[in-house]
Nanobody, 128 residues
Framework: QVQLVESGGGLVQAGGSLRLSCAASGRTFSKLDVGWFRQAPGKEREFVARKRWSGGVTYYANSVKGRFTISRDNAKNTVYLQMDGLKPEDTAVYYC?????????????????????WGQGTQVTVSS
């Protein structure tokens, strides 16, 4: 079993930056692919980014490509989402997730039901 706890959310002005962290418990975390999703009020959960357990393969949603960076430190059992150039439309609850299964391709990476473990979410609010 893996537990995920996000932190680092908050209120920031447009153009600013935030770094989200996702701390994981569980000995198998280093072998799990990890992802970030977000959900704005009244909208479906939306894929943001995913990174392979080995760190070699990364996927980003077009809406965040070039602004957000996913990284992981397996020694610390932590995943990060560096968010730069934030826009009001980035406002959402951000969730980290982990996947026990092999997944190849953007379609798989971007599907919420692919993931086995979820954190409770952290609120990010970007003011204009």
């Amino acid at each position: 079993q893996v537990q995920l706890v996000e932190s680092g959310g908050g209120l920031v002005q447009a153009g600013g930056s935030l770094r989200l962290s996702c701390a994981a418990s569980g000995r198998t975390f280093s072998k799990l692919d990890v992802g970030w999703f977000r959900q704005a009020p009244g909208k479906e959960r939306e894929f943001v980014a995913r990174k392979r357990w080995s760190g070699g393969v990364t996927y980003y949603a077009n809406s965040v490509k070039g602004r957000f960076t996913i990284s992981r430190d397996n020694a610390k059992n932590t995943v990060y989402l560096q968010m730069d150039g934030l826009k009001p439309e980035d406002t959402a609850v951000y969730y980290c997730a982990a996947d026990r299964k092999y997944c190849s391709g953007y379609g798989c990476a971007a599907t919420p039901t692919e993931y086995d473990y979820w954190g409770q979410g952290t609120q990010v609010t970007v003011s204009s």
